[in-house]
């Protein structure tokens, strides 16, 4: 045996004998009276995300067509809006790469940074939030939560093998520090505050 498997066996050992150890309890801090909505599209209109309250998908999809009128592949991953590029006939990631508009509905938003946390139950592709040239999202305003120690704090937030937050378009700034949106991803994230 050589001396890496027997550190390793000495670690498996004295593991198995050692009680859990809790995890930490995260701190909420919690700021009182605050409207989260309004927190919420503040920071997102910072990061260039372009915010909608609305009444119904109708609602959003003029706004779109109005602002994206040549949009020819629309791509959806939520039953509430059908595109016409079917999700589920999708068979590997870069079958997305012709989406000028991916939809999909968001699990939470996060109003101290105007962000929303996507999993692989809202993109049903990962791809579709990457590859698409612009984002249509919706979000319920009821699924706000105030900030990161909230948002950590939600339960089942690690169950999915994915997820990750989501704020605004692509950009960057890396060359010349000029600011570039669209470089690395989406050119453009409009969020649809409508209830499920």
Known sequence: MSTKEDILKSVREHLQNREKA????????????INLKDVFV???????ADCHEIQSVAEAQEIMKKKLPDAKVICSATPEWKGNKEINAIQKPADLNDVDLGIFRAEFGV?????????ERSLKVDAIGFLSQ???????????????????????????????????????ADIGAYLVRGAQGARSLTLFLLKK
């Open 42 to 48: 503040k920071n997102a209109t910072i990061a260039a």
């Open 134 to 172: 612009h984002l249509a999202v919706l979000l319920d305003p009821d699924d706000i939560t105030e900030n990161m120690h909230t948002a950590y704090s939600r339960p089942g937030l690690l169950a999915d093998h994915y997820g990750c937050f989501m704020m605004g378009p692509s950009a960057t």
């Open 22 to 33: 809790p995890y930490p309890q995260i701190p909420q801090f919690r700021k009182e009276g």
């Open 111 to 119: 109003a101290e940074m105007g962000m929303v946390w996507i999993t």
